[in-house]
């Protein structure tokens, strides 16, 4: 698998969709293919039946603290990595502007499952671990099975981004790349067993199936405990 690093979008090649996809897609995909999102991320992500209702919600850290270290091709250097609050500020405006939705996908080069601009993903600044998210999955087989294959134990997760503005700083005598702003792609899911790793080892989400949810406030507490333990594990 290849694993996002600053300065390159890690989505790998995608196939054309056929027109005929496209076509038996709702209308509302159709237009979030015409503002950005991948279209092979829309063409995997099957139309919702009219009677589904909420399946739940998957709550995580998108990516606190400091990343492992990270080959840029901008920089041609491996560092350890960061985002500036000013980056998830510009990250919370382009989602206001609408033109670069953000999707939350099973894995990179995977499928969709929620979306900003389909308002089944939303964001949230954090004062400390940066920025959080809140996905809300429909009732299908498949989004139930990964609800509940997440639990309360959780997984990582990963962000794919670009176009990145970059600045560096010192840190305990390691030189580590800022990103300043950039344009995020989507957030990806890291699940167990799979051979796949996250950048951000703090990085972590929760899922809570909608007949619990009143345990939805619990998954975000969950979120930024872990995440901020992780982050102080590794910076002592």
């Known amino acids: ?19 005929g ?14 503002r950005g999102v991948r279209p092979a991320a829309v063409a995997q992500r ?54 670069k939705p953000i999707g939350l996908w099973v894995q990179h080069n995977g499928m969709m499952l929620a979306c900003t601009s389909a308002r089944t993903l939303r964001l949230e600044r954090h004062p400390v671990l940066g920025m959080m998210f809140q996905a809300t999955l429909a009732a299908t087989s498949f989004d139930r099975m990964l609800l509940e294959e997440i639990g309360r134990g959780g997984v990582a997760c990963s962000v ?38 996250a950048l951000y080892p703090a990085a972590r989400c929760f899922a809570v199936t909608a007949d619990k949810r009143d345990q939805l406030a619990k998954a975000w507490s969950d979120a930024r405990t872990e995440s901020w333990k992780a982050m102080r594990g590794r910076h002592g």
């Open 160 to 197: 794919a981004f670009r176009s990145p503005a970059l600045s560096y700083e010192q840190r305990g005598g390691s030189k580590v790349r800022v990103i300043q702003r950039c344009v995020v792609e989507h957030v990806a899911l890291v699940r167990k067993g799979r051979g796949e790793r």
């Open 21 to 34: 996809v496209m076509a038996r897609a709702p209308a509302w995909w159709r237009a979030l293919a015409a």
């Open 46 to 99: 099957r139309p919702a039946d009219d009677d589904e209702t909420e399946g739940g919600w998957i709550v995580g850290v998108v990516a606190p603290g400091e990343s492992s270290p990270a080959y840029c091709a901008q920089d041609r250097q491996t560092l350890p990595e960061k985002f500036s609050p000013a980056a998830w500020d510009a990250v919370l405006e382009q989602v206001r502007e609408g033109s």
């Open 1 to 19: 698998m290849k694993l996002e690093h600053a300065g390159v979008s890690s989505l790998g090649d995608h196939r054309p969709v056929r027109e």
